[in-house]
């Protein structure tokens, strides 16, 4: 499962994280014993990706933040392949569709 929070709201997640565990930056953030490259990190604090469930409890367990406080949505684990599927078949149709045009004009 995945963790969605509406626009804005993840960066403020990560900061109240680091916050209260007095970490100055996400790269002093891997000495609690993460194993997220900080890629990940920083793709999570701009919020590209969406936290995974697993991690999400985690950080609110070692920050001590109240879980009712937050605002968050969770998402299926096939999203993204939901979303992947839709858009490869709206290519693929165009495609035929276009090789269809070709075949009849010639």
Do not use: A, W
């Amino acid at each position: 499962m995945r963790i969605k929070f509406e626009k804005g709201k993840q960066r403020e997640f990560f900061k109240k994280v680091l916050e209260s565990l007095n970490c100055p930056n996400l790269r002093s953030f891997k000495q609690f014993g993460f194993e997220i490259p900080y890629s990940t990190l920083k793709n999570y604090y701009s919020e590209t990706r969406n936290i995974s469930e697993k991690l999400f409890e985690e950080l609110i367990l070692i920050s001590k933040i109240n879980k009712k406080e937050i605002k968050y949505f969770t998402l299926n684990d096939n999203f993204g392949q939901i979303i992947g599927g839709k858009k490869s078949k709206r290519t693929i149709y165009k495609k035929r569709s276009i090789e269809k045009k070709e075949s009849t004009i010639k």
